[in-house]
């Protein structure tokens, strides 16, 4: 397994993990955890899939369907839903953010393979990251959080934008990859901890 499979394993664990808090905090019945959690893992990929006119991964590779499983397995075995604010650990936090990083570097190879322009890679980017948890906030009922709050969209945007000017430079390698993600990566946790935000727009 790769370095960025393995983050990819941890960002659809800890996704899967986040939908399933989710779901009980609103008290949906099992089947509706379930979704959830399916949703919000692979619901950023699948959308990515169909723009890009292939069949989404999540139907043909069991593998990704495994891991999901394991997150709302690993889970249950913490009682995560039985703690106050489990999202807020230190160690779910890392690896949300592993997970984000490795979304949004997937979907931007995505859309350089496919030879979008540079809001095509852009908006590829941000719809697998954050994808799946705006479409499960708004399946419960909820603004999605990524528009609200966090430093947490703008990671993904800004992937897209250094991996699409490294392909324009022809510098785009694994070693250009790692630097990305790890420097974007730290960004969003000192982002996080900091309690950085981007300025809103207040009415009278």
């Known amino acids: ?4 499979e393995a983050a990819d394993a941890i960002g659809l664990m800890t996704f899967s993990i986040s939908g399933f808090l989710m779901g009980v905090r609103k ?25 890009v ?4 991964i999540a139907f043909t590779q069991s593998t990704v369907l495994l891991f999901v499983v394991a997150g709302i397995i ?16 230190s160690i779910f936090i890392l690896m949300d953010s592993i997970g984000l990083v490795a979304f949004a570097i ?5 859309g350089i393979e496919a030879e979008f322009n540079l809001f095509g890679v852009m908006l590829l980017a941000f719809i697998t990251a ?4 705006m479409l499960r906030d708004m ?5 999605p959080i990524v528009l609200t709050s966090d430093f947490y969209g703008t990671i993904a945007l800004l992937i897209a934008l250094l991996i699409y000017i490294c392909n324009l430079i022809d510098c785009l390698g694994s070693f250009t990859l790692i630097i990305i993600a790890a420097t974007t990566l730290s960004l969003r946790l000192v982002a996080y901890y900091q309690k950085w935000q981007l300025p809103k727009i207040r009415g009278n």
């Open 1 to 4: 397994m790769s370095l960025f």
């Open 74 to 89: 690993l889970a249950l075995i913490l009682k995560l839903h039985t703690k106050k604010q489990p999202e807020r650990f």
């Open 27 to 51: 008290g949906l019945d099992i089947l509706g955890i379930v979704i959830a959690a399916f949703l919000t893992a692979l619901g950023g990929g699948v959308i990515r899939d169909v723009i």
């Open 139 to 143: 399946m419960v009922n909820e603004v």
């Open 130 to 133: 954050v994808g799946g948890g």
């Open 106 to 110: 997937t979907g931007a190879l995505v």
């Open 53 to 56: 006119g292939r069949t989404p």
